[in-house]
């Protein structure tokens, strides 16, 4: 009788009657993820389809009414680790508290944000109900069946809680998919003996004073000199058919000022972790990353650590302001749930103000909730501000459309021609062209 009383009120909307499709599923067990690493770089690969999206909406059973229920969840392995405070199982016994009428068991694996896609896609009915994902996988979960879309209170929460620019980074058509908990960009590391304040707004002023790290061939980063100088990626990011145009007049001057860039000995193009290592030991006084690099920065470089929103680049005798990729991290519900209505209750907490806090204070992961934002000992975070500074006036919202797919390989390729000094300030133009037509070439070509 419960199932049914379930069942009908899932029926209640048309939206959550879909999920109901999706919910007759499998009895498949799961088999845990192998531990991954966390990582900061974006995946390749999106590919935009509606099919198999699916709705779930919170309160299709009422706190009155009792539910035994299993509830698998992934995480990073980080967020369970006891050195970290196991953020997860903390979380989770906290829901499960405020729940009493809920009898929740959970079963815990590990699955990186950076392998949800992968994780999810290689069986989404015995994957887990609630899971953590970086958002540019978002249309890959979508085609694989395997991430619900939110309405009703989640949603409205979703909407309420955080910037316009964060509920898109984890929108389709305007269709909600997923609970955001921090915002994922990337920005500068610098050592405060070596750079005043002001120099650090000019990587020129920079790299002419002292050594600088940068991933160049990291294709999550390099777009970020072209965005500078105006050039796009499928228009405003959401036009498929636009392409990428790197190439021109624009194009061009950005080719060669990193052509200019590599010849500079004060430049060290960061690999496996040698931007760190430099900062440790002295060899390097700046680095580009993201919060996952702030412990080992903090470590490195004590009460001399900075950290600032990207600096600008000198193009054609005009500053040019750098631009990363952004997006966000969040949790998602899989459609094939037995118990929507506990997952996505668990995934809103899993986001919530609350939760948030203890992933920060925890894990230093910079919340992305407006209002915990706005707290005092946030607003003193020089990370926190760094992060959403940089989220809010120096980067864009990366691409997820499908044709995203073909710029990852090109873009490294390219960084790798530049570092080998193939690529130079005299042929520029024409390496620029070639670049920016592999740009535009389908990966199935």
Same mark, same amino acid.
């Given at each position: 009788?419960?199932?049914?009383?379930?069942?009908?009120?899932?029926?209640?909307?048309?939206?959550?009657?879909?999920?109901?499709?999706?919910?007759?599923?499998?009895?498949?067990? &799961?088999? !845990?993820?192998?531990? #991954? %690493? +966390? *990582? =900061?770089? /974006?995946? @390749?690969?999106?590919?935009? &389809?509606? !099919?198999?999206?699916? #709705? %779930? +909406? *919170? =309160?299709? /059973?009422? @706190?009155?009414?009792?539910? &035994?229920?299993?509830?698998?969840?992934?995480?990073?392995?980080?967020?369970?680790? @006891?050195?970290?405070?196991?953020?997860?199982?903390?979380?989770?016994?906290?829901?499960?508290?405020?729940?009493?009428?809920?009898?929740?068991?959970?079963?815990?694996?590990?699955?990186?944000?950076?392998?949800?896609?992968?994780?999810?896609?290689?069986?989404?009915?015995?994957?887990?109900?609630?899971?953590?994902?970086?958002?540019?996988?978002?249309?890959?979960?979508?085609?694989?069946?395997?991430?619900?879309?939110?309405?009703?209170?989640?949603?409205?929460?979703?909407?309420?809680?955080?910037?316009?620019?964060?509920?898109?980074?984890?929108?389709?058509?305007?269709?909600?998919?997923?609970?955001?908990?921090?915002?994922?960009?990337?920005?500068?590391?610098?050592?405060?003996?070596?750079?005043?304040?002001?120099?650090?707004?000019?990587?020129?002023?920079?790299?002419?004073?002292?050594?600088?790290?940068?991933?160049?061939?990291?294709?999550?980063?390099?777009?970020?000199?072209?965005?500078?100088?105006?050039?796009?990626?499928?228009?405003?990011?959401?036009?498929?058919?636009?392409?990428?145009?790197?190439?021109?007049?624009?194009?061009?001057?950005?080719?060669?000022?990193?052509?200019?860039?590599?010849?500079?000995?004060?430049?060290?193009?960061?690999?496996?972790?040698?931007?760190?290592?430099?900062?440790?030991?002295?060899?390097?006084?700046?680095?580009?990353?993201?919060?996952?690099?702030?412990?080992?920065?903090?470590?490195?470089?004590?009460?001399?650590?900075?950290?600032?929103?990207?600096?600008?680049?000198?193009?054609?005798?005009?500053?040019?302001?750098?631009?990363?990729?952004?997006?966000?991290?969040?949790?998602?519900?899989?459609?094939?749930?037995?118990?929507?209505?506990?997952?996505?209750?668990?995934?809103?907490?899993?986001?919530?103000?609350?939760?948030?806090?203890?992933?920060?204070?925890?894990?230093?992961?910079?919340?992305?909730?407006?209002?915990?934002?706005?707290?005092?000992?946030?607003?003193?975070?020089?990370?926190?501000?760094?992060?959403?500074?940089?989220?809010?006036?120096?980067?864009?919202?990366?691409?997820?459309?499908?044709?995203?797919?073909?710029?990852?390989?090109?873009?490294?390729?390219?960084?790798?021609?530049?570092?080998?000094?193939?690529?130079?300030?005299?042929?520029?133009?024409?390496?620029?062209?070639?670049?920016?037509?592999?740009?535009?070439?389908?990966?199935?070509?």
């Amino acid at each position: 009788m419960k199932k049914k009383k379930v069942l009908s009120l899932l029926l209640a909307t048309a939206m959550a009657a879909s999920c109901l499709t999706a919910c007759g599923g499998s009895d498949a067990e &799961t088999t !845990e993820p192998e531990t #991954t %690493t +966390e *990582e =900061g770089t /974006a995946e @390749e690969g999106a590919e935009t &389809t509606e !099919e198999g999206a699916e #709705t %779930t +909406e *919170e =309160g299709a /059973a009422t @706190e009155e009414e009792a539910i &035994t229920a299993t509830i698998k969840v992934w995480s990073p392995s980080e967020d369970q680790s @006891e050195e970290n405070g196991n953020w997860l199982a903390t979380m989770c016994e906290q829901f499960k508290t405020e729940h009493p009428n809920w009898d929740l068991t959970f079963e815990y694996g590990v699955c990186a944000e950076s392998d949800a896609k992968t994780q999810v896609g290689q069986d989404a009915t015995a994957a887990a109900d609630v899971y953590m994902y970086a958002n540019d996988q978002l249309t890959d979960l979508i085609a694989a069946n395997g991430i619900a879309q939110l309405g009703g209170e989640t949603e409205t929460y979703v909407k309420e809680t955080n910037s316009q620019a964060i509920v898109d980074s984890v929108s389709v058509d305007g269709a909600v998919y997923g609970v955001p908990f921090t915002t994922n960009t990337w920005f500068m590391y610098y050592d405060k003996s070596a750079f005043t304040e002001d120099e650090v707004k000019s990587l020129d002023a920079m790299i002419a004073k002292d050594k600088v790290s940068f991933p160049l061939n990291n294709s999550w980063y390099i777009a970020s000199f072209y965005v500078a100088n105006g050039c796009t990626l499928f228009g405003d990011g959401t036009d498929n058919e636009a392409g990428i145009d790197f190439g021109g007049d624009k194009g061009a001057a950005v080719t060669k000022y990193l052509a200019d860039m590599v010849a500079n000995p004060n430049f060290v193009n960061d690999k496996d972790g040698s931007g760190l290592a430099g900062l440790r030991d002295g060899s390097i006084k700046a680095m580009f990353s993201g919060s996952w690099d702030y412990a080992a920065a903090k470590e490195a470089l004590g009460e001399n650590l900075g950290i600032a929103v990207l600096p600008s680049i000198t193009i054609d005798g005009e500053a040019k302001q750098m631009k990363s990729f952004a997006g966000s991290k969040a949790i998602g519900v899989n459609p094939n749930s037995q118990n929507p209505q506990v997952a996505v209750a668990l995934a809103k907490y899993l986001g919530s103000a609350e939760a948030q806090q203890k992933h920060y204070e925890l894990r230093n992961i910079v919340p992305c909730n407006t209002e915990l934002l706005q707290t005092e000992a946030v607003q003193a975070d020089a990370l926190v501000v760094a992060q959403n500074a940089t989220f809010d006036t120096t980067s864009i919202l990366q691409p997820f459309v499908a044709n995203m797919s073909n710029y990852w390989t090109p873009a490294e390729n390219f960084g790798n021609s530049l570092l080998n000094k193939e690529v130079t300030a005299d042929n520029a133009a024409d390496m620029t062209e070639q670049f920016n037509t592999s740009l535009n070439t389908s990966v199935a070509e």
